[in-house]
């Protein structure tokens, strides 16, 4: 069965900091990756997305920045963390199928910029 | 394009019964429905493509009216268990992307 994993589970960054976060997905192949941000009380906003090895598309012009180095592993990075980084952090993935794909959602990060 | 949700929110008692509205103001591909408890993560509930009527999860329905451009979840005879936000994903292309509405919180309550 296929698993999703993240971490670290929670983070709390100085603003200026350099943030990295990861996400990796086991038993599945050349899977669709995302990035969500959620804020607090609020609903997801897809950041990036991913169908292929160094394959990324930018949702959301911000500080943030993602890769894929290998195919089943997922990063966002930044180089300067600001205050409105702050929140909760998913990392998806779907099975490319051709057609409607269901997302899975990892575990998040919780991330507080202070 | 994000989809609205209507209500924000409903309280509940157990054994009562909840509509969950997402509309769309463009064509839908699919619609996914999600539920997340507070502190985790979504867990997918089912999709509906165009015109399904699905029945996926526990005593949880959806339905799919593409000319409306819009997916109601129904929640029937509701458990302490179906408390949580609900979140509806609309694909408006094959494009693997989904935005995702603002969400309803349900609190079902004794």
């Known amino acids: 069965s296929q698993t999703i994993h993240q971490w670290p589970a929670t983070l709390v960054q100085p603003v200026g900091s350099p943030l990295s976060l990861e996400c990796t997905v086991e038993?599945?192949?050349?899977?669709?990756l995302y990035w969500y941000r959620q804020a607090a009380g609020r609903g997801l906003q897809l950041l990036f997305y991913?169908?292929?090895?160094?394959?990324i598309s930018s949702e959301v012009p911000q500080n943030l920045s993602a890769s894929r180095p290998q195919d089943r592993q997922f990063i966002l990075s930044s180089k300067k963390l600001l205050l409105s980084d702050s929140g909760f952090y998913l990392c998806?993935?779907?099975?490319?199928?051709?057609?409607?794909?269901?997302?899975?959602f990892g575990p998040g990060t919780r991330l507080l910029v202070l | 394009q994000q989809p609205v949700q209507s209500p924000q929110a409903v309280i509940l008692r157990e054994g009562e019964d909840a509509v969950i509205n997402c509309s769309s103001s463009?064509?839908?591909?699919?619609v996914h429905w999600y539920r997340q408890k507070h502190g985790e993560a979504p867990v997918f509930l089912m999709i509906?493509?165009?015109?399904?009527e699905q029945k996926g999860h526990e005593k949880i329905s959806a339905s799919f009216n593409e000319k409306k451009q819009q997916s109601s979840l129904y929640l029937t005879a509701s458990q302490l268990s179906y408390s949580g936000t609900y979140f509806c994903?609309?694909?408006?292309?094959?494009?693997?992307?989904?935005?995702f509405g603002a969400g309803t919180t349900v609190t079902v309550r004794a």
């Open positions: 998806a993935w779907s099975v490319q199928m051709g057609g409607p794909e269901t997302q899975y």
């Open positions: 991913s169908v292929g090895i160094g394959q």
């Open positions: 463009k064509a839908l591909y699919s």
């Open positions: 038993g599945t192949s050349n899977p669709n």
């Open positions: 509906l493509l165009k015109g399904g």
């Open positions: 994903g609309t694909e408006t292309g094959n494009d693997y992307k989904l935005s």
